[in-house]
């Protein structure tokens, strides 16, 4: 009978614990999501309740917002056009080549990742603004007659492909490293030549993978929000993200309009997802496993100082001029003033607005890393270890939000609370949710990538010996998913700290953080204290990186 | 179509894996590189194909020298006109099976016809008339081994090269494939250059078998020759199993010739005998007697196992334990006392 009862127990516990994660990410996932496509048909006013058309045909037709839809395609569309271009290039330059120094290359070409998009779109427009811009100066003082532009679509688009590039070599340099050698190697024996070899056999081996980078970087750029704002706002050349940001900000808010246009952003990231998926159908002929291969090398001869080249001003690009011009700016007085010192650097930071957001980013991104985490390492155990109905509906759940444009979802989290009889806008909770929701996706990928690979024979021959299952968990499983945990945890950490594509929609007085203090300065125009403020944001960006990268071997790949 | 290596070295960072081999593999049969990892033998597969470039020596196919370091010649793999088996049988994921069996005769320009009615030929020569259109990756190991098959033979190669074609498949199936590559072999008359690990397929399949020992041939010839006459004790012990027996004692027989005493078991030795020898005997040349027969190694049996069409059992003797199989043996016990012959030329001599 005691069996029996024990057997009941469980099966009770296990659907409790079911309908806990399931309210969950309810409410962190499904109903931000839900409450924009009702937010959408219904009429504003929290009286009544009514379907309306009015906000569909609003920006139906409202020509600002076909110029903004038109512009998000051409922006975003462009920056995963040149993502894929570079991203796949270096891919091939780091994995398939004898380039020198290729290892360490690699590593360093996934840094931009970890600079702030909105800080990068600040150094490039220090560099190329017109007339002002570090670099123009320069090609004016030694006679260049022309200038570059980067408040323009080419400007924008160029800028956020450099950032995005790192996604689409990540994910094309895991599926080279996943290609069995001898397929090219066989089709050699077979009689095609090198590049007969490189066309037939290994660009449509290779194809799905640069695919979904693609998409992947269609998906974040048309999310952003900081770079094209920084880099678009002059010109008036407005995104959907744009969009959204001034609808928030009118008076009264036009959350019909946002809701609408999220509907926008979450239709353009999943019209690039079904492409992909048909194109695809049945064409993924790579699983990345963990068993790797060596691929051969192709020696570059001639040609390998170019590769190096390519590679050298890729990072000069994203990561050392940026890095320069904002050190230069922060410790000028004003912009370009000519007047040096440190101590611009330190009247810049040395304000109570600073410490004060900064405290609030350090202690949001703290609890929402850490409640990620958790939740994280229940769903990937629930998902990977156990067969109890309904996990493959909370791992969809989970993850879906990485498909979600990150202002979408920002929109979504702020519109489920604004009108919610619970103080939760307005606090730093709302902004807890937003992460918890949107990443956590991260955190499941990280945790269970490693506990797939943790043989359960681990777990069972503790329970054999003995142990319980929460003491097997503690004792066994936790340890040895340890790293994954943390690297999910430090990987969120510094998203977290930079995040500001959610964070500018939900943010007010008492939860201010210090992307949106960036934000403001920015606003105002002062870009010589945004160059030191955008410097601080890097450095946290890049300590976590390279403590990442070297403590916890890069993985990155889990993005 | 004749393999000729001469001298052919090769090393990867400074670590040599080949060296210096010359060799002859005969046109028209099956040669078997047979030895553990490590040992060279894909290494010099890799070589003749033309997917590896070795470090000095000469490789000639069939007369034409595709590799020589000085003056040097390197002829790229795809116009070696040879055909290898992979061991991942490296069936193109994105093809078709008829596009994978007729990609070497697209690379050679033929007409679409042409390569329509050999394609389904070779297909239904290895069974897979019927699968032609399926897509690769829809394929059980044992089809696409037949796949990497189809397209080794469709293009009409000489040379055949199988990288240890047959370890990725369960056991039933690999004795299976062994038979049927062998069938089409006395078919089709090609020059296979054939590796494995495993020595019983080697034994198997093989017209010689080289075996390989850190990057050198040790020895050579017909499976039969190099299980009955192994030349040193690694042979010996890596083909099949042997009782290597270290303290024979030297004496000479009533006519003055060289013997050597294992127990009350004499066996005559070679004239040109090395200064330190060991003795070989294969397990299951033993002949198990009762312990009173005069002239026998007695011993106790430690250890039995009944394996099925077979017993192994071991002995303890004053010549150390010796490894008995028997088939069909009566209930073999530990403890049981048993005494072993063996007729004198079933006892190999080899250098120490």
């Known amino acids: 009978m005691k069996v029996l009862a024990t057997i009941a127990d469980r099966r009770v516990s296990s659907v409790l614990g079911m309908t806990l994660l399931a309210v969950i990410l309810g409410v962190l996932i499904a109903m931000p999501l839900g409450t924009i496509l009702l937010q959408a048909v219904t009429a504003a006013g929290d009286t009544a309740f009514s379907f309306t058309g009015e906000h569909v045909i609003k920006v139906l037709t409202g020509q600002v917002y076909w110029v903004a839809l038109l512009n998000t395609v051409i922006v975003c569309g462009g920056a995963a056009l040149v993502a894929t271009v570079l991203g796949t290039l270096f891919a091939w330059i780091f994995v398939r080549t004898d380039t020198f120094a290729r290892t360490v290359l690699e590593q360093i070409a996934q840094i931009p990742i970890f600079i702030p998009p909105f800080v990068g779109a600040v150094a490039w427009a220090l560099l190329f603004a017109p007339r002002v811009g570090a670099v123009n100066r320069i090609l004016k003082l030694i006679g260049v007659p022309f200038e570059l532009d980067i408040y323009t679509h080419t400007g924008m688009l160029s800028v956020m492909g450099l950032y995005l590039a790192p996604y689409v070599m990540m994910i094309v340099a895991a599926a080279m490293r996943s290609v069995d050698p001898s397929l090219e190697e066989a089709a050699q024996v077979a009689g095609l030549n090198r590049m007969q070899t490189a066309l037939r056999i290994t660009a449509p081996l290779l194809a799905p993978a640069i695919l979904s980078g693609t998409v992947l970087a269609f998906t974040i750029a048309v999310g952003l929000f900081g770079t094209p704002v920084v880099l678009g706002w002059s010109r008036q050349i407005l995104l959907l993200t744009s969009r959204i940001w001034i609808g928030t900000q009118a008076v009264p808010p036009e959350y019909g309009v946002t809701a609408v246009l999220s509907v926008y952003l979450i239709l353009l990231s999943a019209v690039a997802m079904a492409a992909q998926r048909y194109v695809l159908a049945g064409r993924s002929f790579i699983t990345i496993t963990g068993k790797g291969f060596r691929p051969r090398l192709i020696r570059l001869g001639p040609w390998a100082p170019l590769a190096l080249t390519l590679a050298l001003v890729y990072v000069v690009m994203t990561i050392i001029a940026p890095l320069l011009v904002l050190l230069a700016a922060a410790l000028s007085t004003y912009t370009w003033s000519g007047h040096y010192g440190i101590a611009n650097l330190r009247t810049a930071l040395d304000s109570e607005d600073v410490w004060l957001t900064m405290k609030n980013s350090i202690v949001i991104s703290i609890i929402a890393a850490t409640l990620a985490s958790m939740l994280g390492i229940v769903i990937s155990w629930v998902t990977v270890r156990t067969r109890t109905r309904g996990r493959r509906l909370l791992e969809y759940l989970v993850l879906l939000p990485i498909s979600i444009p990150g202002i979408a979802f920002g929109v979504g989290v702020m519109l489920v609370w604004v009108g919610a009889p619970v103080a939760v806008y307005g606090t730093t909770l709302i902004i807890m949710f937003a992460f918890i929701g949107r990443f956590t996706a991260y955190s499941v990928r990280s945790i269970s990538a490693s506990l797939v690979q943790l043989h359960p024979e681990l777990e069972e021959s503790a329970r054999v010996c003995g142990y319980g299952p929460l003491r097997t968990f503690a004792r066994i499983t936790f340890p040895l998913i340890l790293p994954s945990v943390i690297a999910g945890w430090l990987l969120l950490f510094s998203f977290f700290m930079t995040e500001l594509s959610m964070v500018i929609l939900l943010y007010s007085a008492s939860n201010r953080m210090f992307s949106v203090l960036s934000f403001e300065v920015w606003n105002v125009g002062d870009f010589s204290r945004l160059a030191a403020l955008s410097l601080l944001q890097t450095s946290i960006g890049l300590s976590l990186a390279i403590l990442l990268k070297t403590v916890f071997r890069s993985r990155t790949d889990i993005l | ?352």
């Open chain 2, 1 to 352: 179509m004749l393999i000729e290596l001469e001298g052919l070295s090769k090393s990867f960072g400074g670590v040599a894996v080949l060296r210096s081999i010359t060799e002859t593999f005969a046109e028209a049969e099956i040669s078997v590189l047979l030895g553990a990892s490590g040992c060279g033998k894909t290494t010099l597969l890799r070589c003749v194909a033309g997917l590896e470039q070795p470090s000095a020596g000469r490789i000639a196919i069939d007369g034409r020298i595709v590799y020589r370091d000085r003056p040097p010649v390197w002829v790229p793999a795809e116009r070696r006109r040879i055909a290898m088996v992979f061991q991942s049988y490296a069936i193109w994921p994105h093809m078709t099976v008829f596009q994978n069996v007729s990609l070497p005769l697209r690379a050679a320009g033929l007409g679409k016809s042409e390569i329509a009615a050999r394609v389904t030929e070779v297909l239904n020569l290895v069974g897979l008339g019927d699968l032609g259109s399926r897509s690769a990756t829809q394929l059980s190991g044992g089809q696409q081994q037949r796949v990497a098959l189809a397209r080794c033979i469709v293009s009409e190669s000489p040379v055949i090269l199988m990288d240890e074609p047959l370890s990725n498949l369960d056991a039933k199936l690999r004795i299976a494939m062994r038979v049927e590559i062998g069938d089409l072999q006395r078919r089709l008359k090609r020059t296979i250059l054939f590796v494995t690990h495993d020595q019983e397929e080697a034994m198997s399949i093989a017209d010689t078998i080289y075996l390989f020992d850190k990057g050198q041939i040790v020895q050579k010839g017909a499976p039969k020759d190099l299980y009955e006459n192994p030349k040193t004790r690694y042979v010996a012990e890596f083909l099949g199993r042997a009782n290597i027996i270290a303290d024979g004692e030297r004496a000479t027989d009533g006519a003055g010739r060289p013997v050597v005493r294992v127990g009350d078991i004499t066996a005559s030795l070679p004239a040109d005998l090395p200064p330190a020898f060991l003795l070989c005997i294969r397990p299951e040349k033993w002949r198990t007697v009762s312990p009173e027969t005069p002239d026998v190694l007695r011993g106790r049996i430690t250890k039995v196992q009944y394996i099925g069409d077979r017993t192994e059992f071991w002995v303890d003797t004053p010549a150390g334990v010796m490894m008995v199989v028997e088939i069909s043996a009566p209930d073999r016990r530990p403890n049981d006392l048993v005494g072993l012959q063996v007729e004198p030329r079933d006892v190999k001599v080899l250098p120490a």
